[in-house]
């Protein structure tokens, strides 16, 4: 479970994502309006946006587990490289909630981007530094 002052929302998993998804998607707006953040970023973070709302999924959503996975999957390395290629500080001004809350939800971001090559996300932000 997500914890902090903010976020105790209920133990279950469909809690804890119902908790994170409008949260995630005020980052992502905040961040997108920030000039300090690199265009790269910016790009980066609009193309998480079209994929996941588009209808068209390298694995389709209506396959069981695996559409949504590689859906989190995707956003979790965005996250992860928010977190590796944004300055701290920006991320923590446009976070909806505490710092121990965004700890929380990139440490769980870690993991699930821990599956992917470390170079191909190092392409994805390059210096996309903020």
Not at 44 to 64: M, N
Not at 94 to 101: I, K, M, V, Y
């Amino acid at each position: 479970m997500i914890r902090g002052s903010d976020t105790s929302r209920g133990g279950d998993p469909v809690s804890e994502l119902l908790w994170l998804v409008p949260r995630l998607a005020q980052l992502i707006v905040r961040l997108a309006l920030d000039p300090r953040v690199s265009g790269r970023t910016k790009s980066v973070l609009a193309a998480l946006v079209v994929y996941l709302v588009s209808p068209v999924d390298l694995v389709p959503d209506f396959i069981p587990l695996l559409g949504y996975f590689e859906d989190a999957l995707l956003a979790a390395v965005v996250l992860d490289g928010l977190l590796n290629y944004v300055d701290r500080a920006v991320l923590l001004e446009h976070w909806p909630g505490d710092a121990r809350s965004l700890d929380r939800v990139c440490r769980i971001a870690g993991r699930i981007a821990g599956w992917v090559p470390r170079r191909w996300k190092a392409r994805v932000f390059g210096s996309a530094a903020a």
